[in-house]
DNA sequence: AATGAATGAGCGTTCATTCAT
DNA sequence: CATGAATGAACGCTCATTCAT
């Protein structure tokens, strides 16, 4: 979960549509992460392009050598973390693994989350990739709950998701996302897990 | 700045410290509603605050009469809404009642809460107001947690207000905030007041 | 404020702090020219960006890649005709060849001068600069008029320099500052420098 | 020279044209004195129309059943003033009284001696009253030069004005108005009149 | 592939002036 | 006569985006 060394989703492409060689690799990924970084200082919002290329030691006209226009680099890295999201629903860990790791996740990338939860974006896609793998997490435990007996009505769902999104954006506030975790875990396991008691 | 050369913000008119009469005050209160009303529909950042003169069917001038600006306006609004969750958290009705209350509220004022949760204004004191608001709230429910021998640790009840604010924030997104409370409030009880079940 | 929700002035592409290739170079120069053109026929509080920047023949986004504000762009002429009046205490030519110098860097300067002359800016920087040049003259003059045994006392010595700028004032006003320096001239040897007559 | 005593030139009417009744005429008093003070504080440029009422205790509206603008009210006060100069002309007093009385004028209506300096209105008849009033001061001390045998051409006449201009200006601003003026006294006696010495 | 420079639409804010009571 | 309220044109400044090298 370490910054810097990941790649663009399956492809050696910008997003514009640019083959990449080494050093473009190299400059786009210096601007997503720097991207995530100034999100999370200040906020998507209030972001101004300038922030991104000071952080990332290049410039305006570079950026825009990479992406279209702000919203796009927010879309790329939209893109990384519904892909995240995706794995995690899919490989279905334990439930203390799982909180753990969405967790871990909401570390990184939780400016983008959070601006999928804002609906700050006027970009249907960004938005429909959050619901969708929010979705997917949702349906995955969902059917977890019905497995073991538990209640799994959508509104009962919804609540639980919402308990992890919020745990995990305070805990990331608070910097405490590992240790509160497991704690949220435990609050998951007895009140929506366990049956028949 | 504006073309004067330099002024204390806002010492024009001292919008804050006048008194009001009958036509000043319908104003006042066609500013706050507009505001209220843009802020839902575009999110504070978003709004300009021309949509909100349009709204109030004022001139741009009149605003800047009764705010410093546009962050003024959430204050009072703030301030508002904060009164409003002392009130609940006063009065601390039956778990029903209060999601049920503390949904309305969510519904009227949701722009203005999400503005706290967001950080999105950069004014200690509206945070403030939002932040002891929301721990009148929690400590509240905590005692009343404590009072039937629930678990009451710190981490339980912040969970129970990620759900109680998730919870109100999809159901007024889905405009089903009137539904969605009572089976919260199910959950609620369920999940964190059901004890030696 | 612009749109931005906080930021310190000017932060923004730090206009100070740039290097400056050949075309900055010349873009800030027909800025500052243009600011001394528009400064000189409209008066400093008179004058609008705009104007500078129609003038100048850019646009109102270049002026703040170099300047601050308004103000700013008054400091660095100040800077400039600060150094000009240095140069000429440091010099000290004869008083014909000193009027002469005087009054020409009054009809390029006059404007920033009286920006000085009428505490219009809010900016103790450019004020102390007009003070210190302003002292450095009249410290050469009172020790000249010292050498020759002509009565030097400060009030003596500020009546001469008031009678130096008032008279560029009005000559280049007149447009007659060529003419009318060395009639200047005789008017303060007589009046001054001539003793024991 | 007191404050609050004076009454508009020859009338009881206001610059509109109203007749006034005792109330009006003490209304339009404290405005006149409220702009006096107000552009002495800040400038003609600087001071808003609600720092004049507010320093008159009175209301915009009112401000504008006295004066048409705010540069009408300069030019009430700039008719106060130049009676005052064309009264010290006419009675050309010895110069040490001359001096004395042309600076305890300056000392009350500086702010709007400057506002002609500056060229700061554009009000053609504001400036020609400036122009007139100083003109004939220029006059009436270029004849009694011309009477002791003193040189009294154009450009040292000009430049006596500008000695006496500044002198005033400073020493108002430095608060020394009273003591200065005899120092000057004796500067103008001995550089400007002492002839055949 | 990269960059410094330029642009201008857009927004916040001010304040002289007018209006209704 | 007096006043509080309202107005909107005008201006300063920002920053996403494009351009020329």
Redesign the pocket.
């Given at each position: 979960m370490g910054s810097g060394d990941e790649r663009v989703a399956g492809s050696y492409k910008?997003p514009q549509g640019?083959?990449?060689?080494a050093?473009?690799r190299?400059?786009l990924r210096r601007l997503l992460d720097a991207g995530l970084e100034a999100f999370a200082t200040r906020g998507y919002h209030?972001?101004?392009?300038?922030?991104i290329v000071r952080e990332a030691?290049?410039?305006?006209?570079?950026?825009?050598?990479?992406f279209?226009?702000?919203?796009e680099l927010l879309r790329s890295l939209a893109i990384e973390c519904a892909q995240r999201y995706e794995d995690l629903a899919t490989q279905d860990p334990p439930i203390e693994q799982f909180v753990a790791d969405f967790f871990a996740i909401y570390e990184r990338y939780g400016p983008v989350i959070r601006a999928w939860m804002e609906n700050a974006v006027n970009d249907r896609e960004v938005n429909r990739l959050g619901v969708e793998a929010f979705t997917h997490i949702a349906t995955t435990l969902g059917e977890r709950l019905h497995r073991v007996g538990a209640p799994h009505d959508p509104a009962t769902v919804g609540s639980l998701m919402a308990l992890l999104e919020r745990s995990a954006y305070y805990a990331v506030a608070a910097g405490t996302a590992g240790r509160d975790a497991s704690s949220v875990a435990t609050i998951v396991q007895r009140g929506y897990f366990a049956v028949g008691v």
């Open positions: 910008s640019r083959v990449l060689r050093q473009g190299r400059t209030a972001v101004r392009v300038d922030d030691r290049t410039s305006h006209g570079t950026f825009y050598l990479y279209a226009n702000k919203e």
